[in-house]
């Protein structure tokens, strides 16, 4: 008998020390709001009427990083073909991207000017030097120091797109703009 039931002992004293507890809510309210103590055990404050937030990380982009300027600025712009002239939609996105560098002072960046896989190597590594110099001319003429800008071309060595057709031409005609890590 005790070989049949020992097992079932043991099974019901691992889940037992496996259970978690809920807190109770009464005493965890506060000031309005519900405190919850998430896996990483740091505690996220809840929105009046009892309802939970996010944590920290789950509420968007670190301001000032390179997913804040990618999700809320935008990081890149597109040229037309042999070009290495700004549109009026890639200078709006430089726009935001001057305003969002003046929120940010001690940030540089590094502007990569790319090019599609038409053309020489030569001819396109200089087509995407052109193309990240008028990026940071830009910026400049909008108020930002030409020393927090970096440029590089990689010409057609790093496509978005690994397409053969306009399409990922397109989408290959740009410059970046990135965020400088400090360690």
């Not at 097992?7 to 965890?28: G, H, I, K, Q």
């Not at 103590?37 to 009427?49: S, T």
């Not at 939609?89 to 590094?110: C, G, H, S």
């Amino acid at each position: 008998m005790l070989r049949r039931t020992l097992p079932f002992v043991l099974l019901a004293v691992f889940l037992a020390a496996c259970s978690t507890t809920v807190p109770d809510r009464a005493a965890s309210d506060t000031a309005g709001g519900t405190a919850v103590e998430g896996a990483d055990g740091i505690a996220a404050e809840g929105l009046p009427g009892g309802e939970i937030g996010q944590s920290a990380l789950e509420q968007g982009p670190l301001p000032g990083s390179q997913e804040d300027l990618e999700i809320n600025v935008g990081d890149r712009v597109f040229f037309g073909f042999d070009s290495a002239a700004l549109d009026d939609a890639a200078q709006e996105t430089l726009d935001r991207q001057a305003a969002w560098l003046m929120q940010f002072p001690d940030l540089t960046v590094t502007v990569e000017g790319h090019a599609d896989e038409r053309g020489t190597a030569e001819y396109n590594l200089a087509l995407g030097e052109r193309r990240a110099t008028a990026v940071k001319n830009y910026l400049v003429a909008k108020g930002i120091d030409p020393d927090r800008i970096l440029t590089i071309s990689y010409g057609e060595e790093r496509p978005v797109d690994p397409g053969h057709n306009e399409a990922a031409w397109a989408l290959n005609r740009r410059a970046v703009t990135v965020v400088n890590v400090v360690n």
